[in-house]
């Protein structure tokens, strides 16, 4: 899984305003001055919290049961309990850059005691168990067919298939077979989401002469659009191996939210060729640019417009020292992509999704009380690329372990999150090592009746001032 970086943000709501008046030009940062101090918030019922700089502490809450709700009392927000897991097992989503909900909603995508499964989102019920989905590699929900999981085969053997499975009937079937110098998937480096039309994938298969290939696949045609091979066209041509790892392999391959490139986020910093996060043309490999020079956790999106395509991280550099989060347009260039930022933070940041509506991510932060509390910390909000945020609920985590660790993720059409927690028990030791916690889901439009699916349905999301 990919990595995260920790952070803070401290500025006073009149500067969030000033900034909202300039944030159209996509030039300037946050303004913010450190010793600017956080107005502190008793815990109170309210709704709508969309100042930054609110020092909000959770209250004292029981967990409900499995399939029960709670209100959380500082911000409003209905969660709702997804599994039991107990203290000797866990059960979560998959990952904040992973969407973990059908394209109509309908179905949940989790992991329950380390094997897959799927269950109904209106009452739980379990469709998909260990016995249908053993033989899954990196499954995906398909974006536009809403029964339909995306999957490679099982590695078995060394022919290399992609299968659909309907999550209705359990009934799988083989859409593409790869060529036979294709002999198995690269789980995690082929894991990342699908074009949102549902056109394009990417990944990277292990070759029968010892190779490693870089490919996209597109869905509509069936066939194979870029492939790069690691060794014989990276590193044999425009690539220079570290001196000290050799061969570097990506840490995770994937496609743009609209198809245009196939992305590679490299284990290597820098601006050197097979470093950071770089875009090759989809359909023929040629690089086109670098959009990160680093390759900690971040996400890709599509801006308000709907056209443009983005790359959402924590960055290093913000001119005042602090790190911040922002975001870098796509393709990049022949160096590094300029940071727009958006907000400083404090060293807690976690993971962020932006496998929603245009426009928004939904962001992840850590809870560590023991420097007293900060603004935004221990919490799920949604921040828009305006520079403004709706703050939705305290995760009440502990974060002991990597499943209890929230990892927030949105819907499509934004009508949805959910994350993971162990709601504080900080169970971390055998067997549940890393973590004994449970999905909980936030449900954005509740007062309202789902209506037909759209990938834009921007009125699930809360209003904040725009």
């Known amino acids: 899984m990919k990595r995260s970086t920790p952070i803070l943000f401290l500025a006073t709501l009149t500067c969030i305003l000033l900034f909202l008046a300039v944030a159209c030009s996509q030039e300037a940062s946050a303004t913010v001055t450190s010793d600017t101090p956080p107005i502190s ?16 502490t959770p209250v004292s809450l029981a967990a409900p049961a499995a399939g029960g709700s709670v209100v959380d009392p500082t911000f409003g927000t209905s969660l709702r309990r997804l599994t039991d897991s107990g203290s000797s097992g866990f059960a979560t989503h ?34 998909l168990d260990a016995s249908d989905t053993a033989s899954w590699n990196a499954p995906r929900w398909h974006p536009t067919q809403a029964n339909t999981i995306i999957h490679y085969d099982d ?69 194979l659009g870029a492939e790069l091979r690691l ?47 770089e875009s090759f043309d989809i359909a023929t490999g040629a690089f086109v640019g670098r959009v990160y020079d680093g390759h900690q956790h971040g996400d890709l999106g599509v801006m308000a417009d709907g056209v443009t395509e983005f790359f959402m991280t924590y960055e290093l550099y913000h001119p005042s020292g602090l790190l ?50 900060q603004p935004l910390e221990g919490e799920i909000f949604l921040q828009y690329l305006d520079g403004s945020v709706e703050r939705l609920v305290h995760h009440r985590s502990s974060g002991c372990g990597y499943w209890v660790q929230p990892r927030g993720s949105l819907s499509r059409d934004g009508r949805y999150a959910i994350f993971a927690t162990d709601w504080g028990s900080g169970i971390c030791s055998s067997p549940v090592d890393l973590g004994a916690g449970d999905p909980y889901l936030i449900d954005l439009g509740s007062s309202n009746p789902p209506p037909d699916f759209t990938p834009s349905a921007w009125n699930y999301l809360p209003t904040v001032l725009r």
């Open 155 to 223: 590695n078995a053997d060394t022919t290399l298939r992609l299968q659909f499975t309907d999550v209705t009937t359990g009934q799988t079937t083989t859409v593409f077979t790869f060529p036979v110098n294709y002999e198995r998937i690269r789980a995690n480096q082929s894991f990342d989401e699908i074009s949102r039309d549902g056109r394009f994938l990417g990944g990277m298969a292990a070759l029968s002469n010892g190779d490693q290939m870089l490919f996209s696949l597109n869905l509509a045609t069936l066939t």
């Open 94 to 127: 998959i990952y904040s850059q992973l969407q973990a909900f059908s394209a109509d909603n309908q179905y949940l995508l989790l992991i329950e005691d380390e094997w897959y499964t799927v269950r109904r989102r209106d009452n739980l019920a379990l469709l």
């Open 324 to 373: 911040s989060l922002g975001y870098r347009v796509l393709p990049g260039n022949a160096t590094v992509q300029d940071p727009v930022y958006l907000r400083t933070l404090e060293w807690m940041g976690d993971h962020i999704s932006c496998q929603g509506p245009a426009g928004v991510c939904l962001v992840t932060t850590i809870a560590d009380s023991s420097n007293g509390w």
């Open 41 to 56: 918030l008793a815990p109170a019922a309210f709704n709508g919290l969309t100042d930054p700089n609110l020092v909000v």
């Open 231 to 277: 060794s014989a066209d990276l590193y044999g041509g425009p690539c220079t191996p570290d001196p000290t790892w050799g061969e570097v392999e990506p840490d995770w391959i994937g496609v743009s939210p609209l198809a245009n490139y196939l992305m590679v986020q490299w284990t290597r910093d820098g601006t050197s060729r097979c470093s950071g996060l």
